[in-house]
């Protein structure tokens, strides 16, 4: 503590409320407070940062493009991540507890609980988590999983609708417990089963069954980096003013509740629209003229399904959506080349990529001859830093803002009461909106980016034959510069060196059929090799399950909002249970989470076969932990999936998934919030356990005397 | 409702520290009694874990190891002090090792409500120990609780108990340069036999390195009666009994601590090593709703006082939810005994400025307190 003598010497004192710090010593103070805090956040990236760049340069043997923007990118994560925590601590905690502590003195447990309510739906909203949804169903088809599609692209209000009336519904619910000081494992026997029950009676319905990974996923991502830490000092101050024993470490279980009703409400609204949804399909029928008018009701108009078509179907939709007329569909393909018709691939495709993986081998060579520069057209340049930083400083915006002023709106006019600091709380507003707004630019332009490096080209890892990569015309090609080689059967084969831009040239195969002696043009192919070779398959699987690992667990060492969970768990049990301890163990239920996610995707398993075991072994283990670690580890499972892991996550799911031709990136999301919850419970009892276990051998050792 | 009026009483403080899962026996025991104030808190008691190492490597590893305990506080008429222990003691089976520890101060309190009439009866005999003090520590940062308390079992001193507070006065006047100073404190408690008290307590600020700037505060109070925990060490045993046990059953035999004497010649204030210490010092409590603190400080920091540590606490037992809200602080000043009317008389106007405080002042003396001075 600064001493008043102190004072005398090195301060100057006008009055008895301020004190006046020289410059020189005020920049030192705040030097080493920011240096302190950086550092600390530097900790906690390095690992993922490092486990990223370490399997691209070594495993992949690629190396980052546009390495200084992701430089840069990575730098803005550091210091957003350090503004956002501080400014969580400072200010939206502090914020979210005094009207927590306040809000059971003035009011009754009705209006607690419709400012509960109000609350979780406003934070859905300020929060979207249908960004996130969206990226993941974004290989979604109408006609292979229809409602899922329905739901997505057709209804998202309604998605949007059922997820926010799940949050409301789970604070106010939560509020109401933490009033009362009931327990929260009555709710998880009866939400969990309830829960596990509707997802077998999903996974017996064709259409319902799609919807299983969103509904679990929709639960993992509603629960945002500012809604979390709100809502939990929220809870722990209502928990606190209630005054209950059972609430010894209170405030916890919330998030668990704002995880599970949004999986009921998406799975309720799922239900409800089946009945007057199609029925998964084959493609041609579905773009077929006849059925027209029934697929209409998914898309606004006839452009927009073809679009669809374009953008996620074959070579046969395309041309049963014309009903077999040849001329209308050379005429679309032919409008491809111009800009209007650029807009039927997907933004996220180069027009050399969408050859490549949606076109066929007729459309390729149709494309080719018609359209010439088609394959040539520029890829997505990088947004520019303005720009970026506009739009992420309006989503920052509406993410903080709202509920902030919900909270502070509450405290001063209708609680009449102010923060203890307000001028910190202040602060504490303006560095979470600022360290929101560098952290979302520095994953965008950073972190995502090379996460998806690594993501997308995952599946060569484990892939065992060579995969086309792109293609390229040479001309004018002279044949007669084709060499003939032999095998060691004495098999001849015909090949040609071939020199890319700054490499030695090499020798690739001469494949007749791609040379157009009329035009004197080859079509070379460009193949990526299998990384471990044919034979090495299973040895790539591991690879991918070890990388799915890492990535787990790395990633969310770096989730603001576990981390200020884990702050409060040691705050509350006042160093019993270490933030260090929760946040290891929450990282490495992501990473075996995430593990499985991949396994359900590489091995196409039904989600709901993932979803039982874990969940039905949860049952009796929280049955027989103790109430504080039961709260603590299934809010864990909803604070896993953050603004870092998400985009890792999804790149490497999309990536793995794409290759595999998955139906939907969705359910690997609903695995890492399953398993950190086990991985914490274990965690609990083994810290418990260790607790008792001194006390335990004095008791027998009384005992025995 | 009438103008309250400073008026203190002569009550006691009873103090139960115990291992977290039976502290639901203690609110019902307390809240049974008919107590109307039970205070809680949560704390973490420190001990020696000794182990074998892992693997094949030879030895034993010894570290401190923390168990989660729950600590709770309310007053009682002083007669019925002793019967309140003994029930506790009873309930809780206090003399087995690692439940817990207890005490009772005697103090002056003021509040708004009588002290309750208590319906306890308790025939339980056993060894209450009278001849201890409570040395408290605060220390500025969280984890500096750790050093103090692991010098305090290298002394073989007692179980210490460790609660979080946060630090108010001098820091909350830099403005916002304030948020550079962490306000976290930690809070030691150690009960120890009081002829030995000085003599530890020089050691514990030698050893935990209080005698620097920004190192912390300790403080001793007189303790009426205790009972204490003896279980300073967890794991391997390699004799018949461990050393707490031996202890523990020479309190017994000799009635007291008194035969731990090991600091004779400290208890002498014109000793060179006692001049550190300031002496002839009041602990002044103030209990009010969360949020009304700072009030209080800066009331009290306005007639004298150097600032306040200040805790938050629940407040369990239902009678005294007059506000419907369960949130207390508690906040504590340690200051020269001349002051101490002063700063009671600022506590009590900012009670009577303020709506809803449920404001509780208890003072006790503090004979030795010790802070880094230049």
Redesign the interface.
């Known amino acids: ?6 004072n005398s010497t090195r301060m100057k ?1 006008t009055d ?4 006046h ?1 020289p410059i020189s010593t ?1 920049a030192s ?2 030097g ?2 920011v240096r302190g805090r950086i550092l600390e956040q530097i900790k906690s990236v390095a690992f993922i940062i490092l486990y990223l760049l370490a399997f691209q340069l070594f495993v992949l043997g690629s190396t980052p493009s546009n390495a200084l923007r992701v430089a840069a990118g990575l730098g803005l994560v550091i210091l957003g991540l350090t503004f956002f925590l501080e400014g969580l601590i ?1 200010g939206l905690m502090p914020l979210g507890e ?1 009207v927590g ?2 809000l ?2 003035k009011c009754g447990i009705f209006l607690i609980v419709v400012f509960g309510l109000l609350l979780g739906l406003g934070s859905t909203y300020a929060e979207p988590a249908i960004a996130t949804l969206s990226t993941a169903g974004s290989t979604v088809t109408a006609w292979g999983s229809p409602l899922l599609y329905r739901l997505l692209n057709d209804s998202p209000a309604l998605l949007v609708a059922s997820i926010a009336l799940g949050v409301g519904v789970a604070v106010g619910v939560g509020m109401f417990r933490f009033y009362y000081g009931f327990s929260i494992k009555p709710f998880i026997f009866t939400l969990m089963p309830l829960l596990l029950g509707l997802s077998v009676y999903c996974a017996l319905d064709a259409n319902l069954r799609n919807i299983l990974g969103l509904a679990w996923d929709a639960g993992a991502v509603t629960t945002g980096a500012v809604t979390v830490p709100l809502v939990l000092a929220l809870g722990i ?1 209502v928990s ?6 059972e ?3 209170g405030g916890f279980g919330i998030i668990m509740l704002a995880s599970a009703f949004p999986i009921l409400g998406v799975m309720i609204l799922g239900v409800a629209l089946n009945p007057t949804t199609s029925r998964p399909m084959a493609e041609t029928d579905f773009f077929a003229p006849e059925y027209r008018e029934r697929a209409l009701r998914l898309f606004p108009d006839e452009s927009a399904l073809l679009r669809h078509a374009f953008q996620h179907g074959s070579e046969a939709g395309r041309k049963a959506f014309f009903g077999g007329e040849s001329s209308e569909y050379h005429a679309a393909l032919r409008r491809l080349g111009r800009p209007e018709g650029r807009a039927m691939i997907p933004a996220s495709m180069s027009a050399a990529e969408w050859l490549i993986r949606r076109a066929s081998e007729s459309e390729r060579a149709f494309l080719t001859r018609e359209v010439p520069g088609f394959a040539s057209s520029p890829r997505e340049t990088a947004t520019a830093w303005a720009s970026v930083l506009r739009e992420e400083f309006a989503s920052a915006l509406l993410a903080v803002l709202p509920l902030t002023l919900l909270l502070a709106v509450v405290l001063f006019l209708f609680l009449r ?1 102010r923060p ?2 307000v ?2 709380v202040v ?1 504490g507003v303006g560095l979470a909106l600022m360290g929101m707004t560098l952290l979302t630019m520095g994953i965008r332009t950073g972190l995502a980016p090379l996460g998806d490096e690594v993501g997308r080209p995952l599946p060569r890892v484990f892939r065992s034959v060579p995969r086309e990569e792109g293609r390229i015309i040479l001309e004018p090609f002279d044949p007669e510069q084709v060499l003939t080689g032999f095998t060691p059967e004495g098999r001849p084969h015909r090949f040609f060196y071939f020199t890319e831009r700054g490499t030695t040239p090499r020798p690739v195969v001469f494949h007749p059929d791609q040379y157009d002696p009329e035009t004197g043009r080859y079509e070379h192919v460009l193949e990526r090799p299998p990384l471990f070779g044919p034979q090495l398959t299973l040895a790539g699987i591991a690879m991918v399950f070890l990388f799915a690992f890492g990535l787990g667990f790395g990633s969310t060492q770096a989730e603001p909002a576990l981390s200020a969970l884990g702050r409060t768990v040691e ?6 249970i270490k933030r260090t301890g929760v946040v290891r163990a929450v990282s490495l239920g992501v990473g075996l989470g995430l593990m499985m996610g991949v396994a359900r995707i590489l091995y196409d398993i039904p989600i709901v076969w993932l979803l039982l075991p874990p969940y039905l072994l949860l049952l009796p283990l929280t049955y027989w932990s103790e109430e504080d670690f039961a709260g603590i580890a299934w809010d864990c499972g909803g604070v896993t999936t953050g603004g870092i892991t998400v985009p890792l996550v999804l790149a490497m799911g999309l990536g793995i998934g794409g290759e595999l031709n998955v139906t939907d990136g969705f359910g690997v999301l609903a695995m890492a919030s399953a398993y950190p919850i086990l991985t914490v419970l274990l965690f609990g009892m083994m810290v418990r356990a260790r ?5 335990q ?3 027998e ?2 005992g025995d005397e | 409702m009438s103008e309250p009026t400073l008026n203190f009483r002569e009550v006691s403080r009873v103090t139960c520290m115990v291992h977290q899962p039976l502290g639901a026996k203690v609110t019902d025991c307390l809240v049974g009694m008919g107590a109307h104030t039970v205070l809680v808190e949560n704390a973490r008691a420190v001990r020696q874990h000794i182990r074998p190492r892992p693997w094949v490597f030879p030895g034993h590893s010894m570290e401190i190891h923390g168990t989660p305990v729950e600590v709770f506080r309310t007053t009682v008429p002083r007669e019925s002090a002793e019967a309140v222990m003994r029930a506790l003691i009873e309930v809780l089976d206090l003399e087995r090792p690692g439940h817990g520890a207890l005490y009772i101060q005697d103090l002056l309190e003021h509040s708004l409500l009588e002290p309750p009439v208590l319906r306890v009866q308790s025939e339980k005999e056993g060894l209450i120990l009278r001849d201890l003090t409570l040395l408290t520590g605060i220390l500025s940062q969280v984890g500096g609780g750790d050093a103090l308390a692991k010098s305090a079992l290298k002394l073989g001193a007692c179980v210490p108990v460790i609660t979080r507070g946060m630090g108010t006065g001098i820091r909350d006047q830099l403005g916002l340069l304030r948020i550079t100073i962490p306000p976290e404190k930690e809070w030691v408690h150690l009960m120890l036999p009081a002829q030995d008290a000085v003599g530890i307590q020089r050691l514990l600020i030698e050893d935990a390195r209080m005698d620097r700037a920004g190192g912390g505060f300790l403080y001793q109070t007189p303790v009426r009666a205790g009972v204490v925990d003896p279980l300073l060490r967890i794991g391997r045993q390699e004799h018949a009994a461990s050393m707490e046990q031996v202890i523990a059953a020479m309190d017994e035999l000799k009635c007291g601590t008194g035969w731990r004497k090991r600091y004779g010649d400290l208890e002498d204030p014109r000793n060179e090593k006692m001049r550190p210490f300031r002496r002839n010092h009041r602990e002044i409590t103030f209990i009010c709703t969360e949020g009304r603190v700072d009030a209080f400080v800066r009331a009290a920091m306005r007639v004298g006082a150097g600032g306040a540590t200040t805790a938050r606490v629940r407040c369990l037992s239902e009678s005294d939810f007059e506000g419907g809200i369960g949130a207390r602080e508690r906040g504590i000043l340690c200051v020269p005994a001349g002051r101490a009317d002063a700063v009671i008389e600022a506590l009590y106007e900012t009670e009577k400025q303020l709506e809803d405080t449920h404001c509780r002042i208890q003072v006790l003396d503090a004979p030795s307190v010790f802070s880094h001075q230049r």
């Open positions: 503590m600064l001493k008043a003598r102190q004192s008895q409320t301020r004190i710090i005020a103070m705040v080493s407070y400072l005094r502590v306040r059971p003195r101050g606190r003013a209630s005054g209950k024993r609430d010894a470490a009461d203890r600091h001028d910190e602060l705050e509350l049990t006042v160093g019993t607790q008792r276990k001194g006390l051998n004095v008791r050792e009384d």
